[in-house]
Nanobody, 126 residues
Framework: QVQFVESGGGLVQAGGSLNLSCAAS????????MGWFRQTPGKEREFVAA????????AYADSVKGRFTISRDNAKNTMYLQMNSLKPEDTAVYYC???????????????????WGQGTQVTVSS
């Protein structure tokens, strides 16, 4: 059974940085298109960033473009989200998402992912 576990969340001041990780186990990581989503209480889960299974194509939400960078290391079975210039509105639970595929597309829609991590809290203070 494939599992995805996020880590790296925490409390940071506005303008600071965090690097989230999503570690995979139980399957061939390079078979999965991956993404990051976030959710705050009372709101729908929203897309943050996505990367294709070989790491040569990426997509970002407009709200994080230029501040966040998604990457992956298939040899280490891990995906990352480097978050810089953090703002209080970035406060949320961040989830990694995965879907097994043979294609090379980037997936920005929540409905296209079948596997989810448990989430990691990111809190940005003003």
């Amino acid at each position: 059974q494939v599992q995805f576990v996020e880590s790296g969340g925490g409390l940071v001041q506005a303008g600071g940085s965090l690097n989230l990780s999503c570690a995979a186990s139980g399957s061939i990581f390079s078979s999965y298109a991956m993404g990051w989503f976030r959710q705050t209480p009372g709101k729908e889960r929203e897309f943050v960033a996505a990367i294709n299974r070989i790491g040569d194509s990426r997509a970002y939400a407009d709200s994080v473009k230029g501040r966040f960078t998604i990457s992956r290391d298939n040899a280490k079975n891990t995906m990352y989200l480097q978050m810089n210039s953090l703002k209080p509105e970035d406060t949320a639970v961040y989830y990694c998402a995965a879907d097994r595929t043979r294609g090379f597309d980037v997936r920005t829609s929540e409905e296209r992912y079948n596997y989810w991590g448990q989430g990691t809290q990111v809190t940005v203070s003003s």
